[in-house]
C-alpha cells in the first residue's frame, strides 16, 4: 500500500475541496470531516458559528459602503445638472456673473461627501455597518 506524504496529502484535499466547493459542502459533510480529522463536533459548530458572523458582517459592509457609493452617485448627478443649469440662467440673463458661487460652496459639500464615501474612517464604518443592522444583531 502506497504511503502519501503530508505534502501530497494537502495537496489532494485541497483539490478535493475545490471540486467540491462547485457543489458545495453540506453541514453534516463537514462535521464528519472534522471529526475525521480528530475535531469535536463542538469545535466545528463554534467555528461555523464565527464564519458565518464574519461573513454577515463583511457582507453588510459591503451593503453599506455601496449604498453610500449610490448615494453619492446621485449628489454628484444632481450637481452636476443643477450648475448647468445655473450656467444656462446666468448666460441668459443681464448682470454680473453669480453661478459660480453656488457652484464652488456646493462643489466643496461634494468633496467632502466623496471623502467620507470613497475614504471613510473605521469609525464610520462600524458606525455606519451597525446603524443598518437588524435590531437583534446591533
Not at 461555523?48 to 448627478?77: P, V
Amino acid at each position: 500500500m502506497k504511503s502519501f506524504s503530508t505534502e501530497e496529502v494537502n495537496r489532494v484535499i485541497q483539490r478535493a475541496l475545490l471540486l467540491k466547493q462547485r457543489i458545495g459542502i453540506s453541514r453534516e459533510d463537514l462535521l464528519e470531516i472534522g471529526r475525521e480529522l480528530g475535531l469535536k463536533s463542538e469545535v466545528i459548530e463554534a467555528a461555523l458559528l464565527q464564519e458565518m458572523a464574519e461573513k454577515s458582517k463583511e457582507t453588510a459592509e459591503r451593503d453599506w459602503r455601496q449604498s453610500r457609493k449610490f448615494g453619492f452617485h446621485w449628489h454628484l448627478w444632481s450637481y452636476l445638472i443643477t450648475c448647468g443649469i445655473l450656467l444656462l440662467i446666468n448666460s441668459f440673463t443681464p448682470g454680473p456673473w453669480w453661478f459660480q458661487w453656488p457652484v464652488i460652496g456646493w462643489g466643496i459639500g461634494l468633496l467632502f461627501h466623496f471623502q467620507s464615501v470613497y475614504y471613510p474612517t473605521t469609525r464610520q464604518v462600524e458606525k455606519g455597518v451597525r446603524k443598518n443592522a437588524p435590531p437583534g444583531m446591533r
